[in-house]
């Protein structure tokens, strides 16, 4: 996963020690380094800087008895600092930089293993303990010897999604959390996206963090423990899972395709609802390109009524890459959470930047805003037309598009917001001309622009569809074409028909029947510069960002059988699909 932005520190634990590339376990537990080099701007409030003193595996007992690791990071000097928090599943040893640079910037930092991960105790479930755990970790921290009684929480992704958790658990202590590139809700936004399932993020996610379990499991490396064990090829070692435990390494995965609807299962788990919990100042960080963007805006438009909010969303996808578009040098400018720590838990003076700060791609820089959406922007209908026209005039008696849905042979996902392996998954913004050849995708694109024509603010289409099938997909994606033709993604989304009117139940199609259905494509900021053509792309897959529709009763999850489908778009005075998007006056 992404290093907290700006930790950038070029020597490790040892160095620094002086042991050279000697092993983490050569490092002693407790260890003062005196004057390492913090990177990017200088420190606000410490501006001489401290020398570091390390406590490592500490433990930290839960209020169920399981112990929990973490490494505290502190000021070598007398008094009492706020504390920085980062819980992560993906080992904490591997965020050294962020205890560094937060200690010699005067703040006691504690980097945690979640339960079930790496040094700490427990079973890995992800989401399940985290508000009780993360509720106990504060509390804790706060209560440190060099603590002043201020706990803020920092970190990306999942590390995100604990201070979330924690934060509707309302612990007194908790005085501010900065949640970056993670979701509003553990069902709709991070396993599944309007009823369709995030295959290739849960899988690669998956992939990832089963090493780990897989490790903690094949600690008992006795083999005079089973020598006596017949048949040799149920040498336990090798078995992917005790019989009858059912998976080994990731129980969880097959629970989340037992629960495609929004049930119990997510409501218990859910953010959204309890947004009136969280009293706490809040950063939150996200990328248009990244998969949990809707989750950081909901979060966002959610929270700002307690107050204390700021948003800021650069050009980039969850690992901070940006495809293949070069948006300029302004594009890399860092988020230092340490300068905002400083304002709310330490009262230093504001920065005096607006509450949102935007990089609004096509013009590449960063815009402060007011708000989220902009009350100056103007809602705005591009209706599709026969013939691949997309206008702001309203359609008139116009024949529809069909095209047919083959799940054997499915629309590739090429960029936009993916997650967790960018050598195979490649996320950010790509060009979808070979995407856009294909058959089964249908492109509606404006004339090229007569000036420039800024998008900011939340995307939708509106589609009047129909099916052959029971059930099926349909696909949108916003792209901004340039002169050349390049083809540039800028924000996309799905829904699966089955859930267009509810994530609870499904209510299957009577084909040939037409549907009204939204497609939420989260949102962009965008300047389609003069010569540029806006355009929006029509399919039923994108895959394997998402799971292939079979067009059958089937859950798509667990069928094997899939059959073709000829779906249908409407886009005439009686059923005018359109694009719907923010336009900003220049």
Known sequence: MRRFAPHNLAVSLAAAAGCGAAPERAIPPSLVLADVAAPGPPPVVAPRGYGVVVDRDVAVAMRDGTKLFADVYRPDAAGRFPVILARTPYDRRQEADLGLEGAKRGYVVVLEDVRGRYASQGEWYPFRHESEDGYDTVEWAAALPASSGQVGMVGPSYVGATQMLAAVAHPPHLSAIAPDVTASDYHEGWTYQGGAFEQGFAETWTSFLARDTEDRRRKDTNARAWERKLPLATFPVLEASPPGAGPRLAPYFRDWLAHPTDDAYWRALSIEPRYDAIRVPALHISGWYDIFLLGTLRNFVGMKAHGGQRLVIGPHDHMWSKGEVDFGPAANRPVDEFRWFDTVLKGAPDAGEKPVQLFVMGKNEWRGEDDWPLARAKVTRYSLHAGGGLSTASPANEPPDSFVYDPADPA???????????????????????????????????????????????????????????????????????????????????????????????????????????????????????????????????????????????SPEQGTVWRRATNTVLHDAAHPSALIVSLVPG
């Open 412 to 554: 590739p996902t090429v960029g936009g917001g993916t997650c967790c392996d960018s050598e195979h998954f490649p996320g950010g913004a790509f060009d979808q001309r070979r995407v856009e050849a294909r058959k089964d995708v249908r492109v509606f694109r404006t004339g090229p622009m007569e000036h420039d024509v800024e998008v900011t603010g939340p995307v939708s289409v509106e589609l009047f569809v129909s099916s052959s099938a029971r059930d099926t997909d349909f696909t949108a994606k916003l792209v901004d074409v340039w002169p050349n033709g390049f083809a540039q993604n800028l924000t996309d989304g799905i829904v699966r028909m089955r859930f267009r009117d509810s994530r609870e139940k499904a209510a299957f199609l009577e084909p040939g029947k037409v549907y009204r259905v939204s497609i939420d494509l989260a949102g962009t900021s965008n300047v389609f510069l003069a010569g540029h053509r806006m355009a929006v792309e029509i399919s039923s897959s994108n895959f394997p960002r998402f799971d292939r529709n079979l067009n059958t009763v089937e």
